[in-house]
DNA sequence: CTGCCTAAGTGGTAAGGCCATCGTTCCTTT
DNA sequence: AAAGGAACGATGGCCTTACCACTTAGGCAG
């Protein structure tokens, strides 16, 4: 499948780029700690600032590192939800399938329901009213979606899986950056009451009926942003 | 240059990035198209040419490009290999994340099992049983664990949903990729079991019984992989 | 103590130069 | 004429110097 590149990789920001990964491991940083500034790291493997910032700008890139401006370069070794979006990003340019995107938010959300009528743990439940309840009060229509993605988003929490949590993150981002459809009252009162029920029914743990009513309520979502 | 920031996407290197990002797209470059020289580019965008190269970095180091000393920089928009390989590393660095691997796995089989029972389709049933076949009659350690993959992979196909099948690729890559260990024929015999049994109870249309021995199988190997 | 302000540290950007590699052209040699 | 090789131009690789922009902390004035 993939015939071990015997390509030439001798550029140098490429060397310092593996150099740092090794380091980064070696040392043990984890996340939230700090790299040696450039001029210093330009010191210890004595190469160019020039070579440590490409490479730097390699590792930030694919996400293993933040940069910030006056502070400097910060081990990122959990989070993997910029690397998610390149791989996204790809997959959007060969085969942009929207659908199947939607397909995989559904079985996240129905692990996520299922795993929160098993735990049994009210916190969840709890916050995803608190949302609810916030939802309703709004009359501005961007702070409507915002609460209608925090609310999947803390759906998902429940499974306490962040490739989940990142994945769904980068799904609903996605359709919140293509579609800026304004929802009439009408439309906002059906998704809050959706909500609403599917709430309801894991306090009962009524699983089937959860299960349905995610169906119902994202099959409706889905004719939503396919309009557009 | 249009700093259209609403973040901290202040830096010129990362909106040189976004703006060759989007330079392919409506070029509509396909994959071995070749970019202006970094000279030429850094005019066109009127910044420095160190601009450009950290900007080709990035995205050299997503996949996106490859950069070839004395030629140019070339698109590359099919071969998601690179971008497979920092997210290896990624998960690699945190092994507390196979459980979320797992468990995305596990998920996506549910979805196809029940795909499965509901489409009937006989297709799927009958390379599966085939796989099954294969993987009694054959000795090698090697080959057996390739049907084993097949197996799973074929399973997801029923979805008829590419990202879910990328998905699994992706993550049994992984889990072959870190585990080297061997099977007894004890553990082969049980692995075709499960494998079996799963196969009959969806055509019995059982979906309880086939997503429980599902979840047993994967528990299983899962084990086994963990205390490699 | 509060608040402002400066200075040091750090990343961001630029300009210019030279080296290394590849492809092409064209000339030499056989 | 064909094969080989030398030269050139284009392009990426790498370095140096210099300066700008942002952040934080420490000192000074109120």
Redesign the interface.
Known sequence: M?PIEEKERY?L?KIV?DNL?QYI?EKKLKTGEKLPAERELAKMMEVSR?MI??AL????????IVIR?GEGAFVN??D?SV??N??L???K???D?M???L??RH??E??AIEQIILSAKVDHLKELENIIDRMKETSDTKKFQEYDIEFHSCLIKA?E????AQ?TDIIAEYFSSISHSQMDQAERNKTVNEHQLIVEAVKQKNKQLALQILKEHLEYSKKYILIK
């Open positions: 993939k550029t920001s780029s990964r491991i020039v910032r490409e700008r390699s590792l930030e890139s694919t996400g293993i401006h070794t959990n993997s690397i998610l390149h791989l990003y790809f997959w340019l060969n085969n399938k659908n199947e995107l397909e995989l079985v996240l129905k692990a499974t899986n962040d490739l989940f994945l």
